[in-house]
């Protein structure tokens, strides 16, 4: 069974995972606004006494605060077409699609989540968002709608989406930039005004974050990532590479994701500053994705089931991240 088949057939995951990372990051950056407008005496005011949102308001607060938000994106506030009754973001070079090609789906779950936060600790109200443009859908930047839309509409146009991706085009979008990275060095295209760079709590929004916050999500990161391993490693095997662990690896340097070392037979594997728990503290090893990728890397070079355990982690408070192979 390949990798696209192995995806499609797993009953570990879950699609429902993409409404977990939208909510998440939704509360989380509820919180975090909330604590910036208390202090600058904002929190509350996008709401008009009458009913409706205060776009004028809006639009002052978001004009240049989401520029280079966490490094997710530039944001900017539609205000011509924006009313009291829905608001409209637009995002340009997204954290969540920017080295994605038209998969023919919308896949800014985190990013419309944090958008929605924002707009819930200006206002006050409830609101939801869905993303009704994205790079990953063959627009030219991403588009958030934002209103007083109904929970159920919310789940059945993310899972909607979910389903519609084309998990062909979506594994080998990730083998081009492998390809990339191997012939010329270098991740396939930096954001013009970001660059390539991952920031931790972007990054970490997507992978430790929610891990930490529910089993089966962490549960469904290690099994995916695994998938995307075993799937760089049979590309990049079937274009005659002869080492494919060796790029794999020097791909995480090259990505910023971590730095890299391990000895001869790779039983043991050292991240040191891994983006997945740099800054953590949640007492256990929670770098769920970097595990699942070893784990996959090495099944594939082996032909036979492996796993790698996280034995020492930054998030528990050890000097750097250790897998070792079991």
């Known amino acids: 069974m390949d990798s696209i088949d192995e995806f499609r057939n797993s009953t570990l995951i879950d699609h429902n995972l993409s409404l977990h990372l939208y909510a998440f990051a939704k509360e989380s950056s509820r919180e975090w606004h909330s604590s910036a407008m208390e202090k600058s005496r904002v929190l509350g005011k996008g709401w008009k006494a009458v009913g409706g949102f205060d776009v004028e308001a809006v639009n002052q607060y978001f004009t240049g605060k989401g520029a280079r938000l966490l490094g997710e994106c530039i944001l900017?506030?539609?205000l011509e077409k924006s009313s009291k009754d829905q608001l409209f973001f637009e995002e340009y070079e997204c954290l969540d699609c920017w080295q994605i090609p038209n998969i023919n789906s919308m896949i800014c779950y985190t990013a419309s989540g944090i958008a929605a936060g924002g707009v819930e600790a200006l206002t006050g109200r409830h609101v939801e968002s869905i993303e009704t443009a994205c790079k990953a859908n063959g627009a030219a930047y991403c588009e958030f709608t934002i209103g007083d839309l109904a929970q159920s509409h919310v789940i059945e146009y993310y899972n909607l989406?979910?389903?519609r991706i084309k998990v062909k085009d979506a594994l080998d979008a990730l083998s081009?930039?492998?390809?990339t990275y191997h012939k010329e060095g270098r991740l396939p295209e930096e954001r013009e005004q970001l660059g390539a760079d991952h920031?931790?709590?972007g990054l970490?929004?997507?992978t430790s974050l929610p891990s930490a916050n529910d089993e089966r999500f962490a549960v469904n990161l290690f099994e995916g990532a695994k998938i995307v391993s075993k799937r760089i490693h049979s590309h990049l095997t079937d274009t005659g590479e002869k080492s494919p662990i060796e790029v794999m690896l020097g791909f995480v340097d090259a990505s910023k994701a971590g730095r890299i070392s391990y000895n001869s037979d790779l039983k043991k594997i050292?991240?040191?500053?891994?983006?997945e728990s740099f800054g953590l503290s949640t007492g256990k090893p929670s770098c769920r994705f970097m595990r699942g990728y070893l784990t996959g890397m090495m099944e594939a070079n082996l032909n036979k089931p492996v796993e790698y355990v996280e034995t020492?982690?930054?998030?528990?408070?050890?000097?750097?991240?250790?897998?070792?192979?079991?």
Do not use: P, T, Y
């Open 76 to 78: 900017k506030f539609n």
């Open 161 to 163: 989406h979910v389903r």
């Open 176 to 179: 081009r930039i492998i390809d």
């Open 199 to 201: 920031d931790f709590i």
């Open 204 to 206: 970490q929004l997507r």
């Open 270 to 275: 050292r991240v040191e500053g891994s983006a």
């Open 312 to 326: 020492k982690c930054l998030a528990a408070k050890d000097e750097f991240c250790e897998f070792e192979r079991i």
